[in-house]
């Protein structure tokens, strides 16, 4: 079973990652190659954990300067040479130098990933605590649990990470992932379940809301 669902690589040098991808493997983690930061989707990148490796001061001032641009730095692991300045403003992100010693990859890996799991236990809806990993809601009061779909955390797990909220179309592409065009009533249904579950009336949301057709997530 894979430990972490979201572990990128942007490596130049491909034999690099799939001899890292042997290794990971073995520890219970699944890992995939993207071509560069600029390919990856924004819901993709905030929820996981990636690992550059940098090969010039030059590239690592242009990763830096668009995770900035995005607010995402906690989640990054940067593989370089020694003779490469890291950035001198405050930066927060993990950095190793070649030669690469696999068991301080897997030791931040291993940081980070526990980093995300009390992130999302952080996360409350009224007196329900999120629990993202194990798929379900706890109630703060009396420890009693609600199990979530995959359909139903995707969805959570989404919508937390879209500030600005999101729209039934980015709902549909990026929790459904599908093709096809899918029936509207399809993820209403989905929405009225989750409410189900998550609201102490359905019927008048207070949680999962919808302002000018963007959906949002109250904490608290």
């Known amino acids: 079973m894979t430990k972490v669902k979201n572990l990128i690589a942007i490596f130049k040098r491909n034999l690099l990652f799939f001899e890292l991808q042997k290794l990971l493997k073995k520890e219970g983690f699944k890992i995939n190659l993207e071509k560069d930061f600029k390919s990856l989707k924004k819901s993709n990148f905030q929820?996981?954990?990636?690992?550059?490796?940098?090969?010039?001061?030059?590239?690592?001032?242009?990763?830096?300067?668009?995770?900035?641009?995005?607010?995402?730095?906690?989640?990054?692991?940067?593989?370089?040479?020694?003779?490469?300045?890291?950035?001198?403003?405050?930066?927060?992100?993990?950095?190793?130098?070649?030669?690469?010693?696999?068991?301080?990859?897997?030791?931040?890996?291993?940081?980070?990933?526990?980093?995300?799991?009390?992130?999302?236990?952080?996360?409350?809806?009224?007196?329900?605590?999120?629990?993202?990993?194990?798929?379900?809601?706890?109630?703060?009061?009396?420890?009693?649990?609600?199990?979530?779909?995959?359909?139903?955390?995707?969805?959570?797990?989404?919508?937390?990470?879209?500030?600005?909220?999101?729209?039934?179309?980015?709902?549909?592409?990026?929790?459904w992932e599908h093709v096809a065009k899918l029936e509207t009533h399809t993820m209403e249904s989905l929405i009225y379940r989750l409410r189900k579950k998550i609201e102490d009336d359905p019927n008048q949301p207070r949680t999962l809301i919808q302002i000018n057709k963007k959906y949002y997530l109250n904490r608290g």
């Not at 797990?157 to 999101?166: A, E, M, Q, S, V």
Request: aromatic share 8%.
């Open 47 to 175: 929820n996981s954990i990636i690992i550059f490796e940098i090969t010039s001061e030059n590239e690592l001032r242009n990763i830096t300067s668009l995770l900035k641009k995005n607010q995402n730095s906690s989640n990054c692991i940067f593989i370089m040479n020694k003779k490469i300045k890291p950035p001198t403003e405050n930066f927060n992100f993990k950095t190793l130098n070649h030669p690469l010693m696999f068991n301080d990859l897997l030791r931040y890996i291993k940081t980070l990933e526990k980093t995300f799991s009390e992130e999302k236990l952080n996360v409350k809806f009224g007196n329900k605590l999120y629990d993202h990993h194990n798929a379900k809601l706890i109630n703060d009061t009396n420890g009693d649990s609600i199990k979530l779909t995959d359909l139903e955390n995707k969805l959570i797990n989404f919508i937390l990470n879209k500030n600005d909220g999101c729209t039934k179309n980015e709902i549909l592409k990026n929790v």
